[in-house]
Nanobody
Framework: QVQLVESGGGLVQAGASLRLSCAAS????????VAWFRQPLGKEREFVAA????????AYADPVKGRFTISRDSAKNTVDLQMNSLKPEDTAIYYC???????????????????WGQGTQVTVSS
């Protein structure tokens, strides 16, 4: 497993942008598929975005498509989530997760990822 730490969360107004970062320690993230999930207060954790280790294929949940972008920074050993045009419904704890050997059909499934960070809070006010 790889240890993950999220950063970049905060309180912003609707329409603003935030950039979340998922940093790995001890191992490079290059061999891992990495995903972002989020959990709004009182709700189940849900898929947000992912980037596959092989080929760099990305996937996005419909509510964030066109607003969020997931990308790798190999030099920093991070996977970032650029979030633009934030809405109050984006308010949640955001978690990054990493997994090896994640096939394309599993990219949106939590159980495909074995390593998880502690989460970072994103709050969007109206």
């Amino acid at each position: 497993q790889v240890q993950l730490v999220e950063s970049g969360g905060g309180l912003v107004q609707a329409g603003a942008s935030l950039r979340l970062s998922c940093a790995a320690s001890g191992r490079t993230l290059n061999g891992y598929s990495v995903a972002w999930f989020r959990q709004p207060l009182g709700k189940e954790r849900e898929f947000v975005a992912a980037v596959r280790s092989t080929g760099g294929t990305t996937a996005y949940a419909d509510p964030v498509k066109g607003r969020f972008t997931i990308s790798r920074d190999s030099a920093k050993n991070t996977v970032d989530l650029q979030m633009n045009s934030l809405k109050p419904e984006d308010t949640a704890i955001y978690y990054c997760a990493a997994g090896r050997g994640v096939i394309l059909s599993q990219l949106r499934r939590q159980e495909a990822f074995g390593s998880w960070g502690q989460g970072t809070q994103v709050t969007v006010s109206s």
